[in-house]
């Protein structure tokens, strides 16, 4: 059977780095209660030349230059994204035509921070239908926009950046050994939609809007959505936590990444956290993280890779991958 196996993974985040402590003067806050209750230390912020279509061009790039291979190799681009550079056309399309390609095709996804994974698992079935043999999969955000600057409940939680996977089609046997996407959980319920949105868009106010949150309604679905997703993709696999090598969480908040770890009886040491460096860059966030540990030699070819994310919608998924 066809397989979607990682072929490459890169990264790209905007030159500047903002320190907790640096909203010190601009709202009520401390680095102290920013870090106790997010474990987030910094978070990049993209300067006006930097944009979701450049930082994902330039997370594409390394990815590609990681997997060996040109833009003429790559059948599909799809990217996750909720801050895209115009309402239309697709963010994806101007990505395609930064990388100088001119056939095959591109598209945005829009799950918000889950958006990652739906796109990766959007992917799979490209691949697996047999309409892409190669995809670029991207991460790409600049939060920093829509965050309203003023209110200290969001604006000290998010960053901005990009990460992206190379995914090609291999062949496998059909068993958990195969390398590639093995199996995926997806789950939507709009019910959930005013705990976390933008107050804006094209066809009610026409403008952008900014990010509004109730974090602590958040916080309390936020557990056990992420831990139904995972023990149904378990399930489907056949493993256990046991089995697996890395969990690479959406990198929201440290407390919801340890809770939903213990509750799985994952361990901390297979738990990959970028939280910290990134504040929650969206569906940049997953691609992000997997960059930092394979570049640093933690993912290798052949380990078993839970990939997961909650957000706006509420959106949430897991993904399995054998890299
Ligand atoms: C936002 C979050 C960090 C707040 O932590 P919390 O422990 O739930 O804190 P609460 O919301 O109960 O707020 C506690 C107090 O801190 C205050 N507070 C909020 N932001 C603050 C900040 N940046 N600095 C200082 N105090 C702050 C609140 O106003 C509140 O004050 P009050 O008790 O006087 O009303 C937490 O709820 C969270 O992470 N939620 C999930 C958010 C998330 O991950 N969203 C993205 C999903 S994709």
Request: net charge negative.
């Amino acid at each position: 059977m066809i397989r979607s196996v990682v072929r490459g993974t890169g990264a790209a985040l905007p030159r500047r780095i903002m320190k907790n402590a640096d909203f010190e003067g601009m709202v009520e806050t401390s680095d102290e209660w920013i870090a106790q209750r997010t474990g987030i230390r910094q978070r990049h912020i993209a300067a006006d030349d930097e944009t979701t279509a450049s930082l994902g061009e330039a997370a594409a790039r390394a990815a590609l230059a990681n997997a060996g291979l040109t833009p003429d190799d790559i059948d599909l681009i799809v990217l996750a994204t909720s801050t895209p550079n115009n309402t239309f056309p697709a963010t994806a399309v101007e990505i395609q035509n930064r990388l100088g390609m001119h056939h095959g095709f591109a598209f945005d996804m829009q799950a918000v921070c889950s958006g990652f994974v739906y796109a990766v698992t959007t992917a799979d079935l490209y691949i697996r239908g047999g309409l892409a043999k190669r995809v670029l999969v991207i991460g790409s955000e600049t939060f920093s926009r829509i965050l309203d600057w003023s209110d200290r409940s969001t604006c000290v939680l998010f960053g901005d950046g990009a990460g992206a996977l190379v995914l090609e089609a291999g062949e496998g046997t059909g068993t958990i050994a195969d390398r590639g996407v093995l199996a995926a959980s997806l789950r939507s319920d709009g019910a959930h939609k005013d705990k976390l949105f933008v107050d804006g868009g094209p066809s009610t106010t026409g403008t952008v809007g900014h990010l509004r949150m109730e974090g602590r309604e958040v916080f309390k679905h936020a557990v056990g959505m992420i831990t139904d997703v995972i023990e149904a993709t378990f399930s489907q696999a056949g493993i256990t936590a046991d089995d697996l090598d890395w969990f690479v969480p959406h990198q929201a908040n440290k407390r919801i990444i340890d809770a939903s770890a213990k509750k799985l009886g994952i361990a901390e040491q297979k738990v990959v956290v970028t939280v910290d460096l990134h504040g929650n860059t969206s569906a940049a966030s997953v691609p992000l993280a997997l960059s930092v540990a394979v570049a640093d030699g933690r993912i290798k070819k052949g380990d078993l890779v839970l990939l997961e994310a909650m957000g706006g919608g509420f959106t949430w998924g897991a993904v399995l991958v054998r890299w």
